[in-house]
């Protein structure tokens, strides 16, 4: 049994899927830093992917800092994101302008979209 | 370096040709999707491969080997399951891998006692008396407990039910990969069954390989477009560029096409060049819709050759 759960849509690649299930899984909680991320192997047979595929997710995922490989140990997830909180808001600009963009040519005004950032926000449970 | 390799490849039977000049290659290691039509001459292709069929021209290389040069110790290294395949139907299960177990030096039997378990097939029963998925879970079994490094399916998923289908493809998953690479040509017309499995994807129509490419690519270059503006009115249906298919206008704002070369930073802004003002919208196409529209491009160009 894998840590997290993929509802695969088709269409959209299987590993972007994927990263994308993974990162949600740690937002809610389902994925503490430090516990063991499932080998390749594993997530191939589990989630019946390709295995380059599976190793594609784990790359990008370590490359992105979400996974940590030690050696000898195996792959876990990290701890969350250091730095300033500026820093850290920053390294969201693309998704927030692009989120900016779609609600004005949906003709949503900024209350509006800031209560449906809130709502989702408090769908995820808080994590300490 | 290619597992399978094909050059200019041809074989008719009688006035059909089955494979047309057809030129592939497929590297060690990936999983390929064969996908097409019935008739689209899958199976013929696969035959030519395994030198199970010859070719009328042209020549197939299998894992560095000439196919009709392929001998019993090439093909101790390829496996083959193929729908309706002949299996020595008297022989138990058991037997059969008994039967199997000394042909391959490669033969491992913690993998096979594995994969028994895992497929819940009955032992002791005459293959002839167990179901259609069995047989070929059976079938199955014998060929990945050698450890094949080239996987030759053909229509593997075709008449299995759900259970027997995820039971197959988990099989294919628990082949080893430490040793050596392995690498899987799976031919099927359910694109679903293969769509997280596949590397790359070829769709063969009328044995002609219509598009061999990487399925993220595909997925990547084929959009649904629509655009919405009052621009899109003046424009001429006929005069819409060639990689746009499917052209429709169903209301006098609305454009929606199929953009056969969609770029991710450049096509929604020459479009909103085309069409000032306009908002576009693109959304990606599963594998199936992709191949629908391929399709019909086809048969469509098809009907105005013989015109």
Known sequence: ?128 | MNAIECNNLCRSFGRVTAVNDLTLAVPVGSFFALLGPNGAGKTTLLKLILNLLRPDSGSAHVLGCDSMRLKSKNFRRIGYVADGQDLPDWMTVAQLLDYCRPLYPTWDEELARRLSKMFDLPTDRPIKKVSRGMRMKAALLSNLSFRPELMVLDEPFSGLDPLVRDDFIQGLLELPDDDCPRTFIVSSHDIDEVERLADDVGFLSEGRLLIHESADLLRDRIRRVEVVGKGVAALALEAAPKEWMEVKRPAENVLQFVHDAFARDTTESKLLAMFPGASVTARTMSLREIFLVIARKQRIEKGREAA
């Open chain 1, 1 to 128: 049994m894998l840590p997290f759960e993929v509802l695969f849509r088709p269409g959209e690649p299987v590993y972007e899927q994927v990263i994308y299930a993974v990162k949600k899984a740690i937002a809610t909680g389902k994925l503490h830093p430090g516990s063991r991320f499932p080998a390749v192997r594993t997530l191939s047979q589990e989630l019946r992917i390709n295995p380059n595929t599976a190793h594609k997710v784990v790359s990008a995922l370590t490359g992105e800092g979400v996974l940590l490989v030690h050696p000898g140990i195996g792959t876990v997830i990290a701890p969350p994101v250091a730095g300033s909180v500026e820093d850290r808001t920053a390294l969201l600009e693309d998704e927030l302008e692009r989120l900016v963009v779609e609600a004005r040519r949906l003709g949503l005004d900024e209350d509006k979209i800031v209560n449906a950032v809130r709502k989702h926000w408090r769908k995820f449970p808080k994590i300490s």
